[in-house]
């Protein structure tokens, strides 16, 4: 399993932009969809954007396309989620996970998580 941590959280105001980042340790990173997930209080995990293991597709949640872009660099182990046009609704605590060889867009896909960074987005 890949230990996952990521960073760039904060707060910000409506209509701005955040960087979240998630470095991933141990080998075989490509081998890796990656995904970013949220929880905003008193909700359900849900799925925000993932991204397969060559970078070469991408899935977007309705609610985050057009403003969000999620991408990887496997050579520093990273993946990213740019982040922009943020809204009030879209603050919860982000989490990156990681899925081994197949692709997933599921929560239950995933079986490698980071701790989260919060994301709060004022009015």
């Known amino acids: 399993q890949v230990q996952l941590v990521e960073s760039g959280g904060g707060l910000v105001q409506a209509g701005g932009s955040l960087r979240l980042s998630c470095a991933a340790s141990?080998?075989?990173?490509?081998?890796?969809?990656m995904g970013w997930f949220r929880q905003a209080p008193g909700k359900e995990r849900e799925f925000v954007a993932t991204?397969?293991?060559?970078?070469?597709?991408?899935d977007y949640a309705d609610s985050v396309k057009g403003r969000f872009t999620i991408s990887r660099d496997n050579a520093k182990n990273t993946v990213y989620l740019q982040m922009n046009s943020l809204k009030p609704e879209d603050t919860a605590v982000y989490y990156c996970?990681?899925?081994?060889?197949?692709?997933?867009?599921?929560?239950?896909?995933?079986?490698?998580w980071g701790q989260g960074t919060q994301v709060t987005v004022s009015s």
């Open positions: 141990g080998r075989a990173f490509s081998t890796y969809t």
């Open positions: 996970a990681g899925r081994v060889w197949t692709y997933g867009t599921r929560v239950e896909d995933f079986g490698s």
């Open positions: 991204i397969s293991g060559n970078g070469g597709r991408t």
